[in-house]
């Protein structure tokens, strides 16, 4: 079937002198018709209207190319930019040296305490060692972060991604995924309440110079400090596997902090603690604050 028409649209077309053009002249006119937009519609007008026909595909303008981070030379890393953060925040930082607890050792001496370590399911986690390499706990540590759909731990070392769930945790550390979040909050719902005085007191060989020093301070409206100098040697030696191993912070090691005196007072009084909760919010803490050394070496190299 042929068409004809005289309006100027088939102008293109008119130099091979043709004024009776075939449907195939007509989608292939169609195919080069650039969109325009819709003319003004006059009052009493229609709103429906034919459709108006797109270029070909390869006529398109070409869409712009997902910009992809630059990958890096070196083989500790994927991309320039966690190479740039390990140079700039990690590549000094300093780690907290690893201790490794020997229980047999503490149950000849005649020790007691450490059973309740036991009880917890602490005995494999504070027993972690063997060999590290400090560089690469660093780059653990540039690239950690918290999954956002999972909430586990994740990184990247030389290329390799890293996850650190609570099965991973159970399985390399013994910890469990359950019990109390160490909150003052939580803790009175399991019926410990802390007061920092009193269980200070319950830790020390004597107390009277300490009430003696503390009343002083009171009396100059100084800050009150709790010390590890007159604890009994199981409370000393207990409060030192929490602030070395088990949250372990960088410094400071012979005060006693709220956070101490939470975990102490939860493992002396048997009530469970979720370890993974304590142990994940630790490490993350150390990839957020610059001044956190790099704990748990043991456990980052088990991995």
Sequence with gaps: MNYSFTNGYLDPLINNNKNVYTITDIIQFASRVVPCKNPKRHKGEGSSRAPVPLPPASLQPEQPPVDQPEASTHPWFSTKTQERIFNESFATKALVPPKVLHLDWLTEQGFQFHTLLKDHDLNKFVGLSGFYYPDLVRVFYTNLHADPATGYLCSEV??????????????????????????????????????????????????????????????????????????????????????????????????????????????????????????????????????????????????
Aim: proline share 3%.
């Design 158 to 303: 030389k290329c390799t991604r890293i996850q650190l769930s609570p099965d991973d945790l159970e399985e390399i550390a013994g910890l469990k995924d359950s019990g109390v979040k160490p909150r003052l909050a939580d803790l009175k719902d399991v019926g410990f309440e802390l007061d920092k005085n009193v269980f200070y007191q319950s830790l020390l060989r004597d107390p009277t110079a300490w009430l003696s020093e503390s009343a002083i301070k009171r009396n100059q409206k100084k800050k009150v400090t709790y010390n590890t100098g007159g604890l009994n040697a199981d409370d000393r030696l207990l409060h030192y596997i929490v602030c070395w191993i088990l949250a372990v912070r960088g410094g400071n090691h012979a005060t006693i902090s709220e956070k101490d005196m939470l975990l102490m007072g939860a493992i002396t009084n048997s009530i469970i603690l979720n370890w993974v909760h304590v142990i994940s919010d630790n490490m993350l803490k150390t990839r957020c604050l610059m001044d956190y050394k790099c704990p748990y070496a043991f456990l980052v190299h088990h991995r």
